[in-house]
């Protein structure tokens, strides 16, 4: 496969998978003391849990949100109180809101579990629990949108809102995922490769989804396609795409269709099936055309982490086509704000 390192995927996904006794350790142990958990990130690693919120809506009464670091820190969530669980991932461990917020929550006895992405970091030192897995930009989504997962499902099981087999069947599939992601990549080089070829010049993309899939779209928009190869986006849910957005589309528009294998299907499929009416440039990109050995109620619950392996082979080929490396910034990191 094109720029890819087989090896690397591999043993990212599946340490993300490994830890699975250190996350079931730190939520056993809070569990009967804390009334809820947040999950407070900065920009596109912290997006990526409102695919977590958005699995437990509709499957666990128990109160788990997202919220931004900045914005919390100014004004906290009433129920935020030292009966919390605060999550906190960061890629790198050192992003300043993430700091502040982890000094914040130590300041008010709130204890901290840091989902951490590189050794030896300041939010490592600082935060109650850490789990450590070691990621880069290109395979961070799956490790984090599986953690979220697995925080999830753990209180969802020693909450009694979902059986021992169950929770036991998902993750003999997520065993299996590392070595069947790597499967999804290679389907989706060719589709890959042409989605470059046709858009390395395109300067705006509409990007739409729903449910689970949404959070995938927002996270592309912003955080690859705008941040890392200055291309501007409008990532629009679904089930609002028939408003606002809607009069923007236009015959040469390109809109991208995210589609995962949730309850949204149907309300995505509205979308599809009405877009040819409008315009001529549409990419559908549907997690239902890989073929994986995981088990349909499992591949319920993770169209995002497909999604983001297929897109990383989007984001290798368009890079390329475009003699834009992902790692270029113009101020990200490279000047005071």
């Known amino acids: 496969m094109f720029n890819f390192d087989k090896n690397r995927f ?3 996904q599946t340490g993300a998978v490994n ?4 996350i079931n350790t730190v939520i056993d142990e809070l569990l009967p003391e804390i009334d809820n958990i947040f999950f407070i990130g900065s920009g596109g690693v912290g997006i990526l849990f409102d ?4 699995f437990a809506r509709t499957r666990s009464a128990f ?3 997202r919220v931004l670091a900045a914005e919390f820190i100014a004004s906290p969530n009433k129920t935020f109180s030292s009966k919390s669980l605060v999550v906190i991932p960061s890629l790198s461990g050192t992003t300043k809101e993430t700091l502040e917020l ?5 300041k008010k006895h709130v204890k901290t579990l840091a989902l951490v992405g590189s050794p030896n970091t300041p939010l490592e030192k600082e935060a109650t629990y850490t789990v450590y897995n070691d990621v880069l930009d290109d395979t961070s989504s799956e490790s984090y949108y599986l953690q979220g997962l697995m925080i999830v499902l753990r209180v969802m099981l020693k909450k009694g809102e979902i059986t021992t087999e169950k929770y036991d069947s998902y993750f003999q599939d997520f065993a299996k995922l590392p070595g069947e992601l790597l499967k999804v990549k290679q389907q989706a080089e060719p589709m890959a490769k042409e989605f470059a070829q046709k858009f390395q010049d395109t300067p705006y993309h509409i990007i739409t989804g729903a449910g689970d899939s949404f959070t995938e779209a927002y996270y592309y928009g912003m955080c690859i396609l705008e941040e890392m190869q200055w291309i501007k986006t409008r990532p629009v849910q679904a089930a609002d795409f028939f408003h606002g957005t809607l009069e923007l589309v236009e015959k040469g528009v390109s809109v991208i269709v995210f589609e995962g294998e949730d309850f949204s299907r149907p309300i995505v499929d509205r979308v599809r099936h009405f877009l040819p009416e409008v315009t001529d440039t ?3 990109i549907d997690t239902k055309d890989y ?6 109620e499992t591949r319920k619950i993770i169209s995002p982490i497909v999604l983001a392996t297929i897109l990383e082979r989007v984001s290798a080929y368009l890079s390329d086509q475009r003699k834009h490396p992902l790692t270029v910034r113009r101020y990200y990191k490279r000047i005071p704000y």
């Open 10 to 12: 591999l043993k990212t």
């Open 19 to 22: 830890q699975k006794d250190n």
């Open 51 to 54: 695919s977590t919120i958005e």
């Open 63 to 65: 109160p788990f949100q």
């Open 102 to 106: 982890v000094d914040f929550c130590n």
């Open 282 to 284: 549409i990419t559908v």
């Open 291 to 296: 073929q994986m050995d995981i088990s349909d």
